[in-house]
């Protein structure tokens, strides 16, 4: 997969988080879980993004990082919407899709980072 594909694969998982957030409203841990997904897998593409641009090795491997960690959050959130039934079971099919997309994500970015890190120790 190339960037360009990348940077369209990780804006869509935003999208489709935010659609499916728009679904969570009605008490606090809702709206906590609504914002908290919001706002990681909205950061999973927006880091990328910054680690085609960064001016160092060093600089893509720190925002790569921050994107393995938002998408692994953002499956964490989307497990808790399932775990604690906070939307109707007729969404929970969409919520795994998106956990498993979230999971393939981290792994993308985590072997992305490896192979990195591997060629700056070269």
């Not at 594909?5 to 606090?28: A, P, V």
């Not at 897998?41 to 893509?60: C, E, H, I, M, P």
């Not at 969404?91 to 899709?97: A, L, M, T, V, W």
Request: charged share 30%; hydrophobic share 35%; glycine share 4%.
């Amino acid at each position: 997969m190339d960037a360009k594909e990348m940077i369209k694969r990780t804006k869509q998982f935003g999208y489709d988080c935010i659609e499916l957030s728009d679904s969570l409203y009605g008490n606090y841990l809702k709206n906590h879980v609504r914002g908290q997904l919001i706002r990681c897998s909205t950061s999973v593409g927006a880091n990328y993004r910054a680690a085609r641009l960064a001016q160092s090795k060093a600089s893509f491997v720190a925002k790569v990082s921050i994107s393995v960690e938002e998408a692994d959050e953002s499956a964490m959130w989307l497990e808790m919407i399932i775990d604690k039934r906070l939307l109707h079971p007729k969404y929970d099919e969409e919520s795994k899709r998106l956990i498993r997309e979230a999971n393939e994500l981290t792994s993308i970015f985590v072997a992305t980072r490896k192979t990195i890190e591997t060629k700056r120790n070269i």
